[in-house]
């Protein structure tokens, strides 16, 4: 589908024109006072954990547009990389979509890390473009670039951490590059991030004796270094990082508040570009805090609160904080199931519990804006769910919460009683409505069911209230670990604004090409826009949680229309669209059979491509498959069945040993001549293939729109 791009507009140019007036940043118009480089990009996990809903009053414009993050969230939404002119530096690039489906079930690329490289379940690379509106090659003078903790310990025939440059497939040369690979003499199993100028890279790494280090890094590109023949770095005085010349690091011990060494496997850094701070958890429950990090000296904060126990009684490892430029608190899970507001002086406040199985192992998600805090949790400890089992669930809080409070729930399938612990429940993703909407109204997407089979859930919010959770499509056949979800909205996209959600599930995967091992898979979630203009084949997502084809082009109605529920029903909208229902999401569509007997509520992919859906229930003829209706709402004569074409799939998949980590996007971008320029990067598990670069945990680029 193909659209937000219209509300877009006319919100940037509201914002634009708040800008030009000076009201919106005011004294922090500044690019220095935040310490981001405008023109660059970082994006790393913390940036999917501050979401912005948009501004309804001045009053929350004020709060949230001084945040460097609520600018880099608006950019990814609304820019346009645009062709660059003749005699532009080679190395810049137009910002082509390069989202071609490959039948043959293979990414864009895939590097190998290492054998055995894996950085865990909730893990996610980072990525940097130094220009919002161009795609950068390797033989410009500042490239696009990503980095990987590949999850081993660094040796001098192993990087812990690896950054590739010359990403996309329309660049020139090998694609992709090893920009620098560095062993920093520790294990990084935490995600990277970058700072606002992408100058410098963080992350914590842990040594064999269990002491956690902040690592802040300056990197140089190099033309040698691979992930088995890094550059080993030996750190620099604090004092002395600052002029260091790259490439060098400096490192900061994680300690209590008696000086007491402590480990970090847990907790990944979130960067306070404004204040030049730095957040960090550890395996006691302490919070850390550091200053100077990218743009001073590197100090480990002791007064004033810092470092302080989340809860001395009970201490558990914490998961990684957010900090929210709105109220100024850090907000951080842990593994014993709770949530904490800290306050800028070191005050505690702990929530009531609500994870009773593996605990909070995922960062919570803070909407600025509206004031609230998500927090996932893999078991609610209730008996409410099929056979008095508890549930999983999503808990909302107020970012002012009070103790003991346990929020408001929706709770996403079963769970089950420890022990066995159920899995793991990772953060979800907002969709573009929810963060284009003026009163946090949107979709939440989730994977739960962690007693089960994962379960994609959408859970709908209205004016900041969660609703009745729909549930969506199961990704495997087994009781298996699934990765964060990630909802990606391209407003770029050729054809106009599409949106995916990405998940993955680490065994029995059910996308067509997983073979039943580890899959990535992703799905159409792009929503019905009223009075606009669809053209045939566009699809949506509607209120079931179910796909629309459109089927006769024209601008649709200024309310949301009555959807057919039925399989291949048909849906008026306005005047002249027509859509043809394909039925609720599958991660996959079987191939016809002959002399098969098709039930209600069967689908499969026929021998064009396309989706076809039963319409008359009946056994399908022999012999070879039937001519198929091309026509979207066709009708195909099949034996005693009968069936309608419903337009083509609305998921694709990609095999992954193991399951991915974190999901990260690359640029939103509109149509051009570089192919490859919008993308999804992760890494697997386990060890597989790696491209033609060997066997091993695999660092991968696949496309936004069709993973095969």
Not at 16 to 23: A, M, N
Not at 90 to 116: F, H, K, M, T, Y
Not at 118 to 126: E, V, Y
Not at 522 to 534: D, G, K, L, R, V
Request: with cysteine; aromatic share 8%; proline share 5%.
């Amino acid at each position: 589908m193909k659209g937000t791009a219209t509300r877009f507009v006319k919100l940037g140019i509201s914002l634009l024109g708040l800008v030009t007036l000076g009201w919106v940043l005011g004294k922090a118009a500044a690019p220095e006072q935040f310490g981001v480089a405008m023109q660059g990009m970082p994006l790393d996990w913390s940036h999917r954990h501050v979401i912005f809903s948009q501004p309804a009053t001045d009053r929350q414009a004020a709060s949230v547009m001084n945040d460097p993050r609520y600018w880099q969230q608006w950019n990814r939404q609304h820019l346009f990389r645009v062709l660059q002119s003749e005699g532009a530096d080679p190395g810049v690039l137009s910002s082509g979509l390069g989202i071609a489906r490959d039948s043959e079930g293979q990414p864009d690329w895939s590097q190998n890390l290492g054998s055995g490289a894996n950085a865990g379940a909730g893990t996610f690379p980072a990525k940097y473009s130094f220009q919002v509106t161009t795609a950068t090659c390797g033989n410009g003078a500042s490239p696009d670039y990503v980095v990987f903790s590949t999850g081993l310990a660094g040796s001098a025939t192993q990087a812990s951490v690896v950054a590739f440059d010359n990403l996309y497939s329309g660049c020139s040369g090998t694609v992709p590059s090893v920009y620098w690979a560095y062993n920093t003499g520790g294990q990084i199993l935490t995600s990277p991030t970058i700072s606002g100028d992408g100058t410098q890279v963080a992350f914590v790494q842990t040594n064999g004796g269990g002491i956690g280090t902040l690592v802040l890094l300056k990197w140089k590109a190099s033309t040698t270094q691979t992930v088995s023949s890094p550059r080993t770095l030996s750190g620099v005085s604090n004092a002395a990082y600052r002029n260091c010349t790259a490439p060098c690091m400096t490192t900061l011990d994680l300690r209590d508040s008696l000086g007491v060494t402590t480990d970090d496997t847990t907790s990944s850094v979130f960067p306070d570009y404004t204040h030049d701070v730095i957040w960090v958890g550890g395996a006691r429950g302490w919070l850390q805090k550091f200053t100077g990090v990218f743009r001073g000296t590197p100090t480990r904060v002791t007064t004033g609160g810092f470092p302080v126990q989340m809860n001395a009684a009970n201490p558990n490892p914490l998961s990684s904080p957010v900090y929210d430029f709105t109220t100024t608190n850090v907000y951080v899970g842990d593994y014993g199931g709770f949530l904490y507001r800290v306050s800028s002086a070191g005050v505690v406040t702990r929530s009531g519990q609500v994870d009773f199985g593996t605990g909070l192992v995922a960062g919570p998600i803070v909407d600025s804006t509206a004031g609230r805090v998500y927090v996932f949790s893999s078991s609610d400890g209730s008996t409410a769910c099929p056979g008095a089992t508890p549930c999983s669930a999503v808990n909302q809080f107020a970012t002012n919460f009070a103790a003991n409070n346990t929020g408001t729930r929706a709770r996403v399938g079963t769970s089950r009683v420890a022990p066995p612990n159920p899995n793991p429940m990772f953060e979800g993703g907002f969709d573009a409505k929810y963060q284009a909407s003026a009163n946090a109204t949107g979709n939440l997407y989730v994977c739960g069911n962690t007693g089960g089979v994962p379960t994609l859930y959408q859970i709908p919010i209205n004016a900041g209230t969660m609703g009745t959770v729909v549930t969506g499509p199961t990704l495997t056949g087994a009781t298996t670990g699934c990765s964060p979800v990630t909802d990606i909205s391209n407003p770029n996209a050729t054809g106009g604004a599409t949106e995916w959600i990405f998940a993955s599930v680490q065994a029995s995967g059910s996308g067509n090409v997983c073979g039943g091992g580890g899959c990535i898979m992703n799905f159409e979630s792009t929503q019905w826009i009223p009075s606009h203009a669809y053209a045939i084949g566009d699809q949506i997502l509607d209120t079931h949680f179910q796909i629309q084809t459109c089927r006769v082009a024209g601008t649709s109605r200024t309310t949301t229309p009555n959807w057919n529920t039925a399989l291949g029903g048909n849906t008026n909208d306005g005047t002249v669209v027509r859509w043809v229902n394909q039925g609720p999401q599958h991660a996959a569509h079987g191939p016809w059979q002959a002399s098969h007997a098709y039930g209600t509520g069967s689908s499969i992919m026929d021998s064009n491509g396309n989706v076809q859906v039963i319409l008359t229930a009946g056994t399908s003829k022999s012999g070879t498959h039937p001519v198929w209706a091309t026509v979207i709402n066709g009708n195909t004569n099949d034996g005693s069945a009968r069936w309608r074409n419903a337009g083509t799939p609305a998921t694709a998949s990609l095999a992954a040993t193991g399951g991915t980590g974190g999901i990260i996007i690359d640029n939103t971008v509109g149509s051009g001549t570089l192919a490859g320029a919008s993308q999804v990067y992760f890494t697997t598990q386990g060890n597989q293939t790696c491209g033609t670069s060997g066997t091993g945990g695999c660092a991968v680029q696949a496309s936004q729109a069709g993973l095969n």
